[in-house]
C-alpha cells in the first residue's frame, strides 16, 4: 500500500465539478488601514458567504485557527449563521484541527450544521499545519502523527451512523455509543486536508474520506503523484474512487495589474509574521511573480488569468473541484466582496466553459 504511485497519468475526475472559496478569517483594514475587531471580522464573513451564494459559488469554507490574525476558532457558529441565510450553497469547515479537538463533538457540531441548512454541511479534517491549538487545548506535540490516526480512525465510524464502538491510547473508549444528532441523509462529505504526505493520502482512502491537496507553494505538478497514490490505494482496497480537491490561496480584480498591487504587499507581511514559526521563506517580488505565474501556486489575476490557471491544473492533478483560499490580513471588507463577486460571476462560468 505504501509502494511509490506509477508515473501513469492521473485518471480523469468523474465527479461532477465544484469551484469554492475558502477562508481563514483573516482580519480586514478599515479605511484608515486600521485593524478592524475580531466581532466586525465574524460579522463581514457571513455578509462575505452570503454574497458567495448570491453569486454562484458552490462551496464556502471555514479553516479554524486560534490567532490574533485569524479569530476564525468556532467556524460552525459563523457557518450556521451563514445557513441560516441561504439555501443553496454548499458550507463547511476548510480546515477543521481534529489532532486537538474530539471527534464525537466535531460529528455532533456538524451534524447539526447538517440540520439547520438543511443537508448542505461538510468538514475537511486535517492534522494541523498550524498549531496554536495544541498547547491552548492541552495537547502534547509529540503525540501529533498518533491523535490524527486514532481520530481520523473514530471520525470514519462516526460517519457511518448507528450505536460506535471504538477504542484507542489518545481517548476514552467508545462501547456501543449512539451519538446525535442522526444525520436524515445518510454521511456527510468528509475530507482529509494533505500538504504533501505520502501517508496522510493513504490514511485518506483507508478511512474512506475524499482528498483535499493543500497546495500553498510551488508548482502544482508536484502534487499529481499524490492524486495517483489515492487512486491507486482506493483500487488496491478494492473500494469505489473518491472525489479529490484543491484548495490553493488566491486574489481577484479587475485585471492582473491590480489584483498583484492589492494582494502583494498584504502576503508579504502575513508570511513575514509567521515565517519563523512555520519555516517559510519571506517572499520577494521575485518568487510572488513566479508563484503567481502559470507554475506556481497562487490564483491571483484578472478572471481571465485565474479561470484558466484554474482550468490547467484541475485536470493535472485529477481534481474536480477547486476551493480558492481568498483574503489576506490587511485587504479591506470592500476589496474581498469585489474578488468574491468577480469569482462567481466571471471565474466560475469561465472555468465551466473552459471545461467543457
Not at 40 to 68: N, P, S, W, Y
Not at 117 to 145: C, Q, T
Not at 329 to 356: D, N
Amino acid at each position: 500500500m505504501t509502494s511509490a504511485p506509477s508515473a501513469d497519468p492521473v485518471r480523469p475526475a468523474a465527479f461532477p465539478l465544484v469551484l469554492g472559496l475558502d477562508t481563514f478569517g483573516d482580519v480586514t483594514h478599515d479605511a484608515d488601514d486600521r485593524p478592524v475587531s475580531h466581532a466586525r471580522t465574524i460579522r463581514d464573513i457571513v455578509e462575505q458567504g452570503v454574497l458567495a451564494e448570491q453569486v454562484g459559488v458552490d462551496f464556502f469554507g471555514i479553516g479554524e485557527h486560534h490567532t490574533d490574525d485569524f479569530p476564525l476558532s468556532a467556524a460552525d457558529v459563523v457557518l450556521g449563521a451563514i445557513a441560516a441565510r441561504t439555501s443553496r450553497i454548499r458550507l463547511g469547515s476548510a480546515v477543521t484541527v481534529l489532532s486537538s479537538d474530539d471527534p464525537v463533538r466535531v460529528f455532533q457540531r456538524y451534524s447539526t450544521l447538517d440540520a439547520v441548512s438543511g443537508g448542505r454541511a461538510e468538514v475537511i479534517l486535517g492534522r494541523g499545519s498550524s498549531v496554536d491549538s495544541f498547547p491552548l487545548f492541552g495537547y502534547d506535540l509529540a503525540d501529533y502523527e498518533q491523535l490524527f490516526e486514532e481520530k481520523a480512525q473514530l471520525f470514519a465510524e462516526l460517519r457511518k451512523g448507528g450505536p460506535v464502538t471504538w477504542k484507542g491510547t489518545m481517548r476514552a473508549p467508545l462501547h456501543e455509543q449512539d451519538v446525535v444528532p442522526h444525520t436524515e441523509s445518510g454521511p456527510f462529505p468528509a475530507w482529509i486536508g494533505v500538504g504533501g504526505n505520502p501517508q496522510s493520502v493513504i490514511r485518506a482512502a483507508r478511512y474512506d474520506y475524499a482528498l483535499m491537496l493543500a497546495i500553498i507553494g510551488g508548482s502544482p505538478a508536484r502534487f499529481a503523484p499524490f492524486s495517483r497514490l489515492f487512486h491507486q490505494a482506493r483500487t488496491q482496497l478494492g473500494r469505489d474512487p473518491l472525489p479529490i480537491g484543491v484548495h490553493s490561496p488566491g486574489h481577484v480584480a479587475a485585471t492582473d495589474e491590480q489584483a498583484r498591487a492589492e494582494f502583494f504587499p498584504r502576503y508579504q507581511e502575513v508570511i513575514r509574521r509567521v515565517a519563523r514559526t512555520r519555516g517559510f521563506a519571506v517572499p520577494t517580488r521575485e518568487s510572488f511573480l513566479r508563484e503567481v505565474g502559470p507554475h506556481g501556486a497562487l490564483y491571483v489575476g484578472s478572471p481571465e488569468t485565474v479561470a484558466r490557471k484554474i482550468a490547467a491544473n484541475l485536470p493535472l492533478l485529477g481534481a474536480n473541484r477547486f476551493e480558492m483560499k481568498y483574503g489576506m490580513g490587511g485587504l479591506s471588507h470592500g476589496a474581498l466582496m469585489s474578488a468574491i463577486e468577480l469569482y462567481g460571476t466571471q471565474v466560475i462560468p469561465r472555468v465551466r466553459e473552459l471545461l467543457s
